[in-house]
């Protein structure tokens, strides 16, 4: 069981706009504006999306945002396209025992 | 721009310790702004983080892990190791190394960029 917690996967048509949701507690998320996303294609490695809950690294595209209210962290693509259709996964600061966690992740299709 | 790669063997007897080192290029690991981490991922599952390191030593690992783990530095070689002992088929996954960025004074460990392209550790007789 992952300490942070995503839907199993979500779907959209292109040109729709997506949520995946990354929820945690006062002792991760809720307490530090420190959660980044990841994009995973199959095989090959995690790709940093967004930092910080809502900062893009430089060459991703706008249409990936992020944001956070209380203990949920939420990552939103606008205009999908095919070419999103991979695993993502949240990940946050977690304090000084814990460290580091990562939500179990979420698969999206592009129908 | 910055790189990492793991190398390590790709298949490991049950019980014994599982050695991974992880090569950075394209900049140095004395960073003072970065630790160096691994994280795991068991086939078909999701990520799990390992541990970091700072160029001066200090560590940092997953309580649910930290008995069998040991992560090293060697700035000479601009490289990091894990060691992880007594695995079981439960370890196989593919690890993976990444540069973890921190934040602020504090030190909170903030986002993992960029990672290797991984390595698959099969645990098995």
Request: net charge positive; glycine share 12%; hydrophobic share 30%.
């Amino acid at each position: 069981q992952s300490a942070l917690t995503q839907p199993a996967s979500v779907s959209g048509s292109p040109g729709q706009s997506i949520t995946i949701s990354c929820t945690g507690t006062s002792s991760d998320v809720g307490s530090y504006n420190l959660v980044s996303w990841y994009q995973q294609h199959p095989g090959k490695a995690p790709k940093l999306m967004i930092y910080e809950g809502s900062k893009r690294p430089s060459g991703v595209s706008n249409r990936f945002s992020g944001s956070k209210s209380g203990n949920t962290a939420s990552l939103t693509i606008s205009g999908l396209q095919a070419e999103d259709e991979a695993d993502y996964y949240c990940c946050s600061y977690a304090g000084s025992s814990t460290y580091v966690v990562f939500g179990g992740g979420t698969k999206l299709t592009v129908l | 721009q910055l790189q990492l790669q793991e190398s390590g063997p790709g298949l490991v007897k049950p019980s014994e310790t599982l050695s991974l080192t992880c090569t950075v290029s394209g900049g140095s690991i004395s960073s003072s702004s970065y630790y160096w981490g691994w994280i795991r991922q068991p086939p078909g599952k999701g990520l799990e983080w390992i541990g970091s390191i700072y160029y001066s030593g200090s560590t940092y690992y997953n309580p649910s892990l930290k008995s069998r783990v040991t992560i090293s530095v060697d700035t000479s070689k601009n490289q990091f190791s894990l060691k992880l002992s007594s695995v079981t088929a439960a370890d196989t996954a593919v690890y993976y190394c990444a540069r973890l960025a921190i934040f602020g004074v504090v030190s909170y460990f903030n986002w993992f960029d960029p990672w290797g392209q991984g390595t698959l550790v099969t645990v098995s007789s």
